[in-house]
């Protein structure tokens, strides 16, 4: 099994900057996919960012230009640098992880694994 923990998560104003990071414990081989993903109070769970074990990336629409997603592998953890950030970004963001191995990008609800969430306020 695999264990996730975020971090790094607070308040910010508009046009700044957070990193999160995601530590992993576990059954730490069984990550092929990480991925972020975020919940806005009455909002459905949204995909962020997702990165596969050799770091290739993909993003949301919304993100795509503003965040990275990254991961090392040594230090079994994710990371997700969010800059330029818009009141809109506020949410409880969670750490998934998927562990069979797809050849693709999973769908959210194929990810194996997920985080407790931490939480992103973006004050204007």
């Known amino acids: 099994q695999v264990q996730l923990v975020e971090s790094g998560g607070g308040l910010v104003q508009a046009g700044g900057s957070l990193r999160l990071s995601c530590a992993a414990s576990?059954?730490?081989?069984?990550?092929?996919?990480m991925g972020w993903f975020r919940q806005a109070p009455g909002k459905e769970r949204e995909f962020v960012a997702a990165?596969?074990?050799?770091?290739?990336?993909y993003y949301a629409d919304s993100v795509k230009g503003r965040f990275t997603i990254s991961r090392d592998n040594a230090k079994n953890t994710l990371y997700l640098q969010m800059n330029s950030l818009k009141p809109e970004d506020t949410a409880v963001y969670y750490c998934?992880?998927?562990?069979?191995?797809?050849?693709?990008?999973?769908?959210?609800?194929?990810?194996?694994?997920w985080g407790q969430g931490t939480q992103v306020t973006v004050s204007a």
């Open positions: 576990g059954r730490t081989f069984s990550t092929n996919v």
């Open positions: 998934a992880a998927e562990g069979d191995g797809l050849g693709r990008w999973p769908r959210q609800y194929e990810y194996d694994y």
């Open positions: 990165v596969n074990w050799g770091g290739g990336m």
